[in-house]
């Protein structure tokens, strides 16, 4: 999707008839689509091929022949059994960047099982650090390793692309959700494999910073971030509790981890007395770092984030109006096009044999005829 929001042109190969998994992750439904499956899936083109067919496989060789990237999420060893895998690709499209997109990697002990978010996130330890102090493990609100590994995936394929520009080869990037996440654990990691120090949950605090987290207000919850000593000051002159500043136990960010029970109950009890718009304006100017616990709606509310694009409104071909969350990232020289709505099953089926690849109108009929490959009525 990011990589159709920067202008590729982007094909999704998806089965004839169920299509994409997530087209049935809900509710939410709009219209025939899950709201999950619209949030990721703009700027793509839908062809439905049947992959069991040799003639399905024929299709996405010649694909491969005629695009840059190819981008796979099988189990390791199911294309090579189709008669797709690197190897056999790469023999046809020499030229291809051919990603690979797994649960454990392509080799390994762990590579021969599936891959899905909530599974990496408890391998990987992510879980194990999230949730409340005395609490149980949580997994993240958003698919965070799915979307981590997307994220790695995309700027692997750029990195790919400039590489092929200097050799004029293709390769294999082996993209995977448990080495995503494992490298996305930074400091945390780092903290077990220098010093042998296992993590825990903290909820919204820091391990390493006081204060640093969410607190209660009358009405809501407020996170406020001292990342410094001066920025300590600065809170507690806010609070009214300037002898908090004075006090020896706290001059240091050392010292206030240490002592950290009994000053958060402090700030704890005095955060609770003011509602979080009168903190705010408090907070406002002082150059502490601070903001409110947002509920989804409140966040849609924001005038920043609407300033920012981030509502992006689409006109979907049997869903209507759809808003689904915008690109993160702006650029100084040019402008995102118009975004092309999310796809129904097989929507393109047809424009990109006819127009990518040339078949002529008899062999698109005999095609479709034989269910190798099935056109949507909405094109």
């Known amino acids: 999707m990011i990589l159709g929001d920067l ?45 069991k067919d040799p003639r399905g496989t024929k299709i996405i060789r010649e694909l491969a022949r005629v695009c840059d990237v190819l981008v796979e999420n099988y189990l390791p060893g199911k294309l090579d059994e189709m008669g797709l895998g690197y190897r056999d690709i790469c023999e046809v499209a020499p030229q291809l960047v051919y990603c690979s997109i797994s649960g454990y990697g392509q080799t390994g002990p762990q590579s021969h099982k599936p891959g899905y978010d909530s599974i990496a996130s408890a391998v990987s330890g992510m879980m194990h650090i999230t949730g409340p102090e005395e609490g149980d493990p949580v997994r993240p609100g958003v698919a965070m390793t799915d979307l981590a590994t997307g994220l790695y995936a995309h700027g692997a394929i750029l990195a790919a692309l400039l590489q092929r520009q200097k050799t004029g080869k293709g390769l294999h990037v082996d993209c995977n959700l448990l080495s995503s996440q494992v490298a996305c654990l930074t400091h945390i990691a780092a903290n077990y494999l220098n010093s042998g120090k296992e993590a825990k949950r903290w909820g919204t605090a820091h391990e390493s910073i006081v204060p640093y987290q969410g607190f209660k207000t009358q009405d809501g919850h407020l996170v406020v971030a001292a990342g410094n000593n001066r920025q300590f000051v600065k809170v507690c002159k806010v609070l009214n509790l300037n002898h908090l500043a004075d006090n020896p136990k706290y001059k240091t960010n050392k010292l206030r981890v240490q002592h950290r029970k009994e000053l958060l109950q402090i700030l704890s009890e005095r955060f609770s007395m003011e ?23 409140q966040v849609f509310s924001d005038p920043q984030v609407a300033h920012n694009g981030l509502i992006l409104e689409i006109d979907h071909p049997t869903s209507g109006s759809i808003a689904v969350p915008g690109p993160a990232v702006r650029f100084s020289s040019f402008e995102f096009d118009r975004p092309h709505p999310p796809p129904v099953i097989g929507q393109h089926t047809v424009e990109v044999l006819r127009n990518t690849l040339g078949y002529s109108d008899d062999a698109i009929s005999d095609l479709l005829a034989s269910q190798t490959v099935t056109q949507n009525k909405v094109q």
Do not use: H, M
Request: neutral net charge; aromatic residues 8%.
């Open 7 to 51: 202008g590729a042109e982007v094909i999704k190969v998806e089965r004839p008839g169920l299509g994409d998994d997530t087209r049935a992750w809900g509710p939410p439904f709009v219209g025939e689509e899950s709201a999950y499956f619209l949030s990721v899936n703009r700027n793509k083109k839908s062809i439905a091929v049947n992959l």
């Open 275 to 297: 509602p979080t718009g009168e903190w705010l304006r408090r907070f406002e100017g002082t150059g502490v770092p601070c903001g409110p616990i947002n509920s989804i709606q």
